[in-house]
């Protein structure tokens, strides 16, 4: 079968849940527009809003330290500058980033709902030339379906994609085939990516995008089922051009070469998993 693109996703603000797309336009050097634009930073982080710079995610507000966020939808309309943030049982805010006002209004709310906090309360930052994603420069970040099914059959459990907040969730590939393709170049309609790096998950997995409750503890699946913590890759923008769901996935021209001892042991070791779960014994 061959690969297509799924679904494609932004997160404007960093955390909170993202919205489904059916096309965008990527540059070169640049991330998915508007994906990770805001975030709501720490109290006790400080930030010139003049000169914004890249900061690691434990200086915002997080899904790893506050669950709650996952119940959090937002909104943006970059051409009337605005936000919308909703959750259940609260009234909504609708307000613009550019005026204090507007930032005060999103502020205040999005207090509200996290409560009091040691550092003091929260505020809305934007990004300057790198999105607030969790690597110090712009990548989009990519899902392979079959390899999270393949892991739900080692945990014996359903797992949301959207656990993984990726921005490209591709089918029609082998399970873990996407990490081999690490130092090189893909396409994906008009678009050349480089893959850097494979992309170490921590325990903001555990929150069910859903219910924002921790069900699930996808690292210490990863590390019982492969011995490692990754899922997915980064990839950056090497030639620009547009996506579009159900674009066709190109790997690279020359495969890197796997270690077949390696590639044997993982397939025992998912047949052992396995088994029970289809023999029906858990």
């Known amino acids: 079968m061959a690969a297509t693109l799924a679904h494609l996703y932004r997160f404007p603000v960093k955390g909170l849940r993202g919205d489904p797309l059916d096309a965008a336009t ?17 109290g006790d982080t400080r930030m010139d809003p003049a000169a914004p710079r890249w900061l ?9 330290r506050d669950t709650g966020l996952a ?64 690597v110090p420069q712009n990548c989009l970040s990519l ?6 099914r393949e892991l739900e059959l080692h945990m014996a459990r359903a797992l949301d994609p959207l656990r993984f907040r990726a921005n490209l969730y591709v089918a029609g590939l082998s399970p873990w085939q996407e990490f081999d393709w690490v130092g090189q170049e893909i396409r994906i309609g008009e ?6 790096s494979r992309i170490p998950r921590c325990a903001a997995t555990s929150v069910n995008p859903d219910t924002g409750e921790r069900d699930a503890n ?31 996935v190109t790997p690279p021209d ?8 390696g590639h044997w042991l993982r397939f025992f070791g998912f047949l052992a998993r396995a088994a029970p779960i289809v023999l029906g014994r858990r």
């Open 26 to 42: 990527l540059a070169a050097g640049e991330g998915l527009p508007n994906d990770r634009r805001f975030a709501f930073a720490r």
């Open 56 to 64: 690691p995610k434990q200086r915002f507000v997080m899904l790893m």
């Open 71 to 134: 119940r959090v939808a937002c909104s943006v309309d970059t051409q009337a500058e605005t936000i919308e943030l909703t959750t259940p049982g609260r009234p909504r805010c609708a307000a613009s980033w550019a005026t204090p006002d507007g930032r005060q209004r999103l502020e205040t709310w999005a207090n509200d709902v996290l409560g009091p906090r040691d550092e003091g309360p929260v505020r809305l930052v934007e990004a300057g030339e790198t999105s607030f994603t969790d």
């Open 143 to 148: 899902i392979n379906l079959e390899s999270v």
């Open 191 to 196: 678009v050349t990516l480089r893959i850097p």
């Open 218 to 248: 996808v690292v210490k699946g990863l590390r019982a089922a492969y011995g490692h913590y990754d899922m997915g890759i980064y990839a950056e923008v090497v030639c620009g051009g547009s996506v579009t769901v159900g674009d066709a």
């Open 254 to 261: 020359r495969p890197r070469a796997r270690s077949w001892a």
